[in-house]
């Protein structure tokens, strides 16, 4: 059985940077308020939530319930340099299904780092018996598409002016999945 609780991997990027993989405790409040806050605008402003906020983040860390939203970071000698975050359902016709969301720090792109982070969250999720993940990208974040694309995931629709930047703008989002494990094929008799 897999256990979030003492969950945690040592990795090495492309570049030799060696970083620490494991799921954000309370403790990691003010970390992850300080990596968040480092966001330069431009980045944020394609940000689901206001990371800008002490207050979105403290509400983060003081409700951790890791069978609803995981989040797991990285670390670099203790700073945080990533958070992606896997949600899921426990009951309901969405039970099978995990959304990813991934942010990494600007001096940490190009050398690895949201690959694999997307590849340890497919892990998890695969240990966590989810059937498909699926992540939702603005069409412009490239690097996030070619990132989820390296690891398995498929585009599976673009949706023209789905959500607004911070700023009020429409955007595009690409809709992308990986299937984790084969759908349960029961087979139904209907009588008509």
Same mark, same amino acid.
């Given at each position: 059985?897999? %256990? ?38 431009? %980045? ?5 939530? %206001? ?6 983040? $403290? $509400? ?22 990533? =958070? ?15 959304? &990813? ?18 590849? $340890? ?15 939702? &990208? ?7 598409? =070619? ?24 955007? %595009?989002? &690409? ?18």
């Amino acid at each position: 059985m897999f %256990d979030l609780n003492t969950y945690q991997k040592e990795a090495k990027l492309k570049d030799g940077t060696k970083v620490l993989l494991r799921p954000m405790v309370s403790e990691d409040q003010d970390d992850l308020y300080a990596f968040f806050k480092a966001v330069p605008k431009e %980045d944020a402003r394609y940000l689901r939530d %206001d990371v800008a906020s002490r207050l979105i983040v $403290e $509400e983060w860390a003081k409700n951790l319930e890791y069978a609803k939203t995981l989040p797991i970071i990285a670390l670099k000698n203790g700073t945080i340099i990533a =958070d992606a975050t896997l949600n899921r359902r426990r009951f309901g016709w969405k039970w099978h299904l995990g959304t &990813v969301r991934l942010f990494v720090h600007r001096d940490y792109r190009k050398v690895g780092l949201g690959q694999l982070m997307i590849v $340890e969250i497919v892990g998890i999720a695969h240990k966590l018996e989810l059937e498909k993940l699926i992540a939702e &990208v603005p069409d412009i974040n490239i690097s996030a598409i =070619d990132a989820f694309t390296k690891a398995g995931f498929y585009r599976a629709a673009t949706i023209s002016n789905l959500v607004k930047d911070r700023e009020n703008r429409p955007l %595009d989002v &690409v809709v992308m999945i990986k299937d984790i494990r084969p759908a349960r094929d029961e087979t139904y008799e209907y009588d008509f």
